[in-house]
């Protein structure tokens, strides 16, 4: 049963509102559904922000010490705190203190585990929604526990840059365990596309690897252990966890953020005498110029989510509207890239500038593996607030884990096979493929 259309607005901050605005309609079999404005929006114009359905933060990145609320990922070290450590440099203090918008005096822990929340808000929705079942107690650090054991399999599985976690599939079942109305939880996830048994081959493949068949029995095993439940026994069978694997990695949104990222944007907007103004550039572009040789580009909490509304969205090699992560959190927004008329289909990109430059032979092989894979995709953002960047991962835009397998592929279209497919491409094949769904 697919999920009803007003359960699809139920976790956007704003649902009468949004409801107002967009709609999804079903398109045809080969498309499926799409979102669709139902009034005009101006570029820049806020569409919607919506709350993940379930998200957690990938373990490797957790695990090298990017603290974030384990809730809503908000992060937990100060601006300067994370500045030091991404830097190496130890005593580096930041001008403009007031800016950060950490507040460690907010910071909650688990009383039984100890993990951490950015506020007791966050610490009580998470024990209300899935955190009672894997709560770990005086167990946190037995590395024998089950959940323990299913997240070392993982690490040791799926290595950075990381694109999906199997705590998603933790927190599911933990959440419908605890779920009141357990029926509208597996309505919710009904939404979500599913996928054939080849395609879900392939994602399980593109994710683990060659071994990717041996690696999904260990892990099944393992989620079982830890987490079976008699009323999802379908979820814990060889084909049932494949389908529920796919579902993750088909339709995981990154999600990235960062205190040091918005102490930036905040210097940005400060109104500076021009010597200060430019004391304060240059300072910040040493920073980054540090912090590029230190750390490289793994400069943010980073994790995924399953977002209901956002998912809708099709594939546009031209967007007119894009995700991003402004407040730090788990709180996506869709933003109008463009002047949006009513009628007219919402489209993200999966693809960024670089790839909707090559031949459409290429984007299109490049998108068939997309689409069973990766996030939301943007064109090249600075990951320390320049040039626009709103808080996403830094490696959100990239087809990780399967990009480099997929871009040789997709070069060794000759330059002959550029022109032939020139030569078969009309204005009416342009139009078709900048609304391309994948």
């Known amino acids: 049963m ?3 259309i007003d359960d699809m607005f139920s976790l956007c901050v704003d649902p009468a509102k949004t ?6 309609r079903f398109i045809d079999n080969v498309k499926g559904r799409g ?7 101006k570029k820049g114009d806020s569409i919607f922000a919506e709350k993940p359905l379930v998200s957690s933060q990938f373990l490797w990145n957790a695990m090298y010490k990017y603290r974030a609320c384990e809730y809503c990922m908000h992060a937990l070290e100060t601006a300067e705190e994370n500045a030091r450590r991404l830097s190496g440099l130890p005593s580096l203090i930041l001008p403009h203190p007031e800016l950060c918008k950490v507040r460690p005096d907010q910071h909650q822990a688990c009383p039984q585990c100890q993990v ?3 506020s007791a808000g966050c610490r009580q929705a998470a024990w209300e929604l899935y955190h009672k079942v894997l709560c770990l107690g005086q167990s946190h650090g037995d590395p024998d526990h089950p959940i323990n054991k299913l997240q070392d399999a993982w690490r040791s ?7 999906s976690s199997v705590m998603i599939l933790a927190k599911m079942v933990a959440t419908f365990k605890q779920a009141r109305d357990k029926e509208r939880w597996q309505r919710l996830l009904s939404h979500f596309c599913s996928r054939t048994a080849n395609e879900e ?11 990717f068949q041996g690696q999904l029995t260990l892990l099944r095993g393992l989620f079982a252990t830890a987490l079976y439940e008699d009323r999802l026994h379908q979820w814990f069978t060889p084909e049932g966890f494949r389908s529920l694997f796919s579902l993750v990695g088909t339709n995981g949104q990154g999600i990235g953020t960062s205190s040091l990222s918005q102490w930036v944007h905040g210097c940005d907007a400060l109104q500076l005498p021009s010597q200060q103004r430019e004391h304060l550039d240059a300072f910040i572009d040493q920073l980054y110029k540090d912090i590029d040789k230190e750390t490289g580009d793994f400069l943010n909490c980073e994790g995924s989510g399953l977002f209901l509304l956002q998912s809708s969205c099709n594939h546009s090699c031209v967007p007119n509207a894009e995700a991003s992560f402004p407040d730090s959190n788990f709180l996506l927004h869709l933003t109008a890239l463009s002047d949006i008329s009513a009628g007219e289909e919402i489209c993200i990109s999966y693809l960024d500038c670089c790839q909707r430059d090559r031949s459409r032979h290429s984007r299109h092989k490049i998108l068939r593996i997309a ?11 600075d990951p320390l607030g320049f040039d626009g960047w709103d808080g996403s991962p830094p490696y959100q835009n990239r087809f990780i884990g399967i990009k480099e397998n997929v871009m040789d592929d997709a070069d060794m279209t000759s330059e002959d096979d550029e022109e032939v497919e020139g030569e078969g491409e009309t204005e009416g094949d342009d139009m078709e493929d900048e609304m391309t769904d994948v």
Do not use: N
């Open 19 to 24: 409801c107002d605005g967009v709609e999804v």
């Open 371 to 381: 689409d069973l894979l990766e996030f939301v995709s943007r064109s090249e953002m």
């Open 201 to 211: 081959e392939e994602i399980a493949h593109k994710l683990l690897g060659e071994k």
């Open 35 to 41: 979102l669709f404005a139902k009034k005009s929006f």
């Open 157 to 163: 599985v799926h290595y950075p840059p990381e694109t």
């Open 2 to 4: 697919a999920a009803p």
């Open 116 to 118: 951490m929340y950015c």
